[in-house]
């Protein structure tokens, strides 16, 4: 797999019927490495190691519904009272981030009312602070590490 613009951050493999999987510690299985799952892998290893977000609040590739719609979000990260802080759209490094990308993003944030949006492609991460009184979304240089509240 390519190199990504991330941390550095060390990872189990394996290797089964000519198809290598990598370990996911949220969802605490094997699965299958495409590219999205190699920057979805690194997404979450940089949530927990350099923004401190507990493993316990950090839920994976889950089915929601848009508009009766049935999606499935890449990465979401809870505040302990169980509303959303962080949703990530994880994309192929191959994929160019466009508009299309934060259009995916803030109709699943429709359902999920997150304070924060991610997209990357693991080469290009762009993040962003919801307003919802003015019903757009304000860009960012980063992030914000976790704090306990």
């Given amino acids: 797999m390519e190199e990504l613009n991330?941390?550095?951050?060390?990872?189990?493999?394996?290797?089964?019927?000519?198809?290598?999987?990598?370990?996911?510690e949220i969802r605490k299985k094997f699965v299958i490495l495409?590219?999205?799952?190699?920057?979805?892998?690194h997404c979450v290893q940089f949530l927990i190691q350099n923004k401190n977000y507990p493993k316990s609040l950090i839920n994976v590739e889950k089915e929601l519904k848009v508009n009766d719609l049935r999606k499935r979000y890449d990465i979401?990260?809870?505040?302990?009272?169980?509303?959303?802080?962080?949703i990530v759209e994880c994309?192929?490094?191959?994929?160019?981030?466009?508009?299309?990308?934060?259009?995916?993003?803030?109709?699943y944030n429709?359902?999920?009312?997150?304070d924060y949006l991610m997209v990357t492609n693991?080469?290009?991460?762009?993040?962003?602070?919801?307003?919802?009184?003015a019903k757009r979304y304000q860009f960012l240089n980063d992030i914000p590490v976790y704090e306990h509240k």
């Fill in 76 to 86: 979401v990260v809870f505040n302990t009272d169980g509303s959303i802080r962080l």
């Fill in 91 to 107: 994309k192929s490094p191959k994929i160019t981030i466009n508009q299309n990308a934060f259009d995916q993003i803030a109709r």
């Fill in 34 to 41: 495409q590219p999205e799952e190699w920057v979805r892998q």
């Fill in 122 to 133: 693991g080469l290009n991460h762009y993040y962003c602070k919801m307003d919802f009184i």
């Fill in 110 to 114: 429709l359902t999920l009312n997150a």
């Fill in 6 to 24: 991330f941390p550095k951050f060390s990872f189990r493999f394996k290797n089964s019927e000519n198809k290598i999987s990598i370990f996911d």
